[in-house]
């Protein structure tokens, strides 16, 4: 079953940015140029004054480009939104914690298995894998006391491997695209300067449509490139955090899980 699903989750990467790719084209010819956007109803002239959509399509064949890449930032972080917050689960992590460690205390591992799964996040997940180690050595008398918490400790760094793959994925693609679209977007703005200079290099009175459309090509892509940069680093920093609150809970409670073994053992 685990495997299926992050079979999927590789699926989802996969067809994001492709089909990404396919609206913002479509946006792009359809929307920014449509006709009754420029003057005289053809996109090789100059929008029409004040038209915010003609003068987008000016921005060249990397504005598209650059709309991929933020739909794709948006979508990934719908798509961590809703992952890390399933996984950050019901209630406080502390006072869960809190919980298990007085149950545990009262030889009641059942009531704190039922407190994980209330908890429906990573952390209950870990706990809960935890509690069952627990109980399978405190009724094994052939480990010694070092061996039963060595035991545990195992148990919960695996489930915690098996958690934090889920709660990282696709944040890569984030990472990336912070760089990757101020490089994009800096591509485009030269070739709206190149564009420009060339305008201007005219024998005579400069050429002025080629040099308002190179302008527009420098800009727009200048923008569409900064502002994706800036959601993606925003949120991959805001979801990094997330994960490491979780991450530095998950490593408490595997502590608590040792430590009150130990001290409630001889």
């Known amino acids: ?17 492709p089909a990404a ?26 929008p029409l004054q004040g038209n915010f959509s003609g003068t987008i399509f000016k921005g060249g064949f990397i504005v598209p480009i650059l709309m991929t890449f933020l739909l794709t930032v948006i979508t990934f972080c719908f798509e961590r939104f809703i992952t890390i917050g399933k996984a950050e689960g019901k209630g406080s992590s502390v006072k ?30 870990v706990i809960k894998s935890g509690l069952i180690k627990y109980q399978e050595v405190e009724i094994d008398t052939t ?32 990472a990336t695209l912070s760089s990757v679209s101020t490089l994009m977007g800096l591509l485009g703005t ?22 308002a459309t190179g302008i527009s090509e420098a ?16 949120m991959y920093n805001f979801f990094t955090t997330k994960i490491d609150s979780i991450t530095y809970s998950i490593d408490e409670a595997g502590y608590t899980l040792v430590q009150t073994y130990a001290s409630t053992h001889k």
């Open 1 to 17: 079953m685990k495997k299926e699903k992050k079979r999927l989750k590789v699926q989802i990467a996969a067809i994001v940015i």
């Open 21 to 46: 790719l396919v609206i913002s084209i479509v946006i792009f010819q359809f929307v920014f140029g449509a006709p009754e956007n420029f003057i005289g109803g053809n996109h090789d002239n100059l």
């Open 96 to 125: 869960l914690i809190e919980d298990v460690k007085a149950n545990l205390e009262k030889k009641d591992i059942k009531q704190a298995m039922e407190l994980c799964d209330k908890q429906k996040g990573s952390l209950g997940n």
């Open 143 to 174: 480990m010694s006391k070092e061996q039963k918490t060595l035991a545990i400790q195992k148990v919960v760094e695996e489930a915690t491997s098996l958690e934090l793959p889920t709660l990282e994925q696709n944040l890569v693609i984030l």
């Open 190 to 211: 030269v070739l709206g300067m190149i564009r420009s200079f060339a305008a201007m290099a005219n024998a005579g009175a400069p050429d002025s449509i080629k040099l």
């Open 219 to 234: 800009l727009i892509n200048t923008a569409f490139g900064i502002g994706t940069a800036a959601l993606a680093v925003i």
